[in-house]
């Protein structure tokens, strides 16, 4: 079993930051492949970011690149969302996720990742 806990959402101004984090425990999150989903009300959860179990590529949702970064540290089992230039439409509930079937390219399908956080909200004000 793998536990995730977000943390790091917030109230921000448009063109602001925000990092979110995750906190796994259960297992080392350098065997697992990590992400970021998120929703919006009335909308299904969605792709933002994700990063290889080896650590060696990152993904990203075309609405995201260039904005945000996913990241993680792996001596604190720890894994990270750098967001810049928010925009109204970043606003949403934000999940980390875990998938443990070590592809060479992380699904960008929700139903196939195997363990989520209770998530974090973010909110950008216009």
């Known amino acids: 079993q793998v536990q995730l806990v977000e943390s790091g959402g917030g109230l921000v101004e448009a063109g602001g930051s925000l990092r979110l984090s995750c906190a796994a425990s259960?297992?080392?999150?350098?065997?697992?492949?990590t992400g970021w989903f998120r929703q919006a009300p009335g909308k299904e959860r969605e792709f933002v970011a994700a990063?290889?179990?080896?650590?060696?590529?990152?993904y990203y949702a075309d609405s995201v690149k260039g904005r945000f970064t996913i990241s993680r540290d792996n001596a604190n089992n720890r894994v990270y969302l750098q967001m810049n230039s928010l925009k109204p439409e970043d606003t949403a509930a934000y999940y980390c996720?875990?998938?443990?079937?070590?592809?060479?390219?992380?699904?960008?399908?929700?139903?196939?990742?195997?363990?989520w956080g209770q998530g974090t909200q973010v909110t950008v004000s216009s």
């Open positions: 990063i290889r179990w080896n650590g060696g590529s990152t």
């Open positions: 996720a875990a998938e443990t079937t070590r592809g060479s390219v992380p699904p960008t399908t929700p139903a196939r990742w195997d363990y």
């Open positions: 259960g297992r080392t999150i350098s065997t697992l492949a």
